[in-house]
């Protein structure tokens, strides 16, 4: 197995629409929400607002509530775990201790405790929280299904390819759900594989062949023949040469011959105390490739980083690979954004399928629990500092301010200029809503 997957705006002023908030106006439209993103931008000298990129954090198995963002400390032992609640630079919010970089960030980000769904399987889980949609289920025998496109695949579709960098990335390859479905095959992630960390890191399908970096291929037939040998083409045409070949080879092109798409590839050129920040191991490493693809103008880039099914030995897996590595990270990603002035125009997101168990089993590990779960949401005018709902005193269930993953959808979209109600249609010509239902977390706007 894969060790990663182990109102009206116009004339308003500033002032007032920051203190009204975005969030209070929701009920209007999404072309408002538009116009409002637009008036506020003018209101800051420029002349459009900029464009939301995002960087989607996978933690793959799904991780635990409990010793994360949602500690609970009043609850019993084998509730609450062995760890213990910190504070945070936020007056009154807690996480887990084994957050400390994250618990100084906290406000900078906003943390939602109130994401929940029923299914309890990874792949249904999966597909959920990844596209917005539940898993789809034959209702009788020889029945077709449709699958949702992912959420970078559709911002793919929507925004193209720009400077010859794809609109959607993933590394260190396309999670469960990540895939573009009946969009096509040119919406599919370009997968970063490969080890960041390592000194001779190199992505592949990024360098000019040979033949055609020396200028040896003149012609049009000696150009295909080159970049029929990049190894993403080999084999994307070997799973399926009469589909989708013609658009990755115009990505392999596109990539080759990009200066911007050399450049933010090559992290050797970031400088040392930066890839110290994110910690010398391949999950710090790949969020600052992420950064660095964000920055050049990648619309959707996906970081996943697996291994959070722990049904055993949860608190040493956490307390010593899987937690110091993320908080780190990510803590680091978020300081660098703000810093660079990235942050309010990159919104960054970290979630798995599904939360864990309230108690803790024989085995002392947490089973799948979907009916709980927290989302590390920060950028793109998210507030900072902010919790958003709750779970009940012991964690077993959203209580407060519960909200679906169609809200999850919807709120992502809408941050990033994509209409969540609009609908799209299979290759079949059925029509498909691309959220059905679902509405944004208004608090996420204020």
């Not at 949609?133 to 390819?161: E, L, M």
């Amino acid at each position: 197995m894969n060790k990663y997957l182990n109102r009206n705006c116009a004339g308003m002023p500033r002032r007032d629409f920051l203190q009204i908030g975005l969030g209070a106006m929701m009920g209007l439209g999404f072309a408002d929400v538009l116009r409002c993103r637009a008036a506020t931008a003018l209101a800051n000298g420029k002349s459009s607002p900029d464009q939301v990129n995002c960087i989607l954090i996978w933690l793959d198995g799904g991780p635990t509530h409990y010793e994360s963002f949602d500690p609970k400390p009043d609850a019993p032992k084998e509730i609450r775990g062995e760890f213990k609640p910190i504070s945070t630079s936020v007056p009154g919010i807690q996480f887990c201790e084994i957050v400390p970089n994250l618990a100084k960030v906290a406000h900078k980000m906003t943390v939602i405790r109130s994401i929940h769904h029923k299914d309890p399987n990874h792949g249904g889980g999966n597909h959920y929280m990844m596209t917005g949609a539940p898993t789809p289920v034959p209702v009788g025998c020889g029945a077709s299904v449709t699958f949702h496109p992912s959420f970078g695949s559709v911002v793919s579709w929507k925004r193209g390819i720009h400077g010859g960098l794809p609109a959607y990335m993933s590394t260190p390859d396309m999670t469960r759900s990540g895939g573009p479905n009946f969009l096509g095959a040119e919406h599919a992630p370009f997968v970063i594989g490969g080890y960041p960390n390592s000194k001779n890191f190199k992505v592949r399908d990024v360098v000019l062949p040979n033949d055609i970096s020396e200028g040896r291929a003149k012609s049009r037939e000696r150009l295909r023949e080159s970049l029929d040998h990049l190894t993403r083409i080999r084999e994307k045409a070997a799973e399926d040469p009469a589909v989708g070949f013609d658009s990755f080879y115009q990505q392999g092109i596109d990539l080759v011959t990009s200066p911007k798409a050399q450049a933010a590839f090559d992290i050797s050129h970031e400088p040392e105390k930066t890839r110290d920040a994110y910690g010398r191991n391949d999950f710090g490493q790949r969020l600052l490739l992420c950064r660095r693809l964000v920055e050049v103008g990648v619309s959707f880039v996906t970081c996943q980083y697996g291994g959070w099914d722990h049904h055993e030995k949860l608190f040493s897996a956490l307390k010593d690979t899987h937690m110091p590595k993320f908080d780190q990270g990510v803590a680091a990603l978020i300081n660098d954004l703000d810093e660079r002035g990235l942050l309010d125009s990159t919104l960054v997101i970290a979630l798995g399928e599904f939360g864990r168990t309230p108690k803790v089993n024989e085995k002392g590990g947490r089973d799948h629990w979907p009916h709980a779960m927290s989302v590390l949401m920060a950028g793109a005018g998210t507030p900072r500092g902010a919790v958003i709902g709750a779970t009940d005193v012991k964690g077993y269930y959203a209580s407060e301010n519960v909200h679906s993953p169609e809200d999850f959808a919807s709120t992502l979209y809408t941050k990033m200029g994509i209409d969540p109600h609009q609908v799209l249609h299979s290759t079949s010509g059925r029509p498909v809503q691309l959220v059905n239902g679902g509405n944004p977390i208004k608090q996420l706007f204020a």
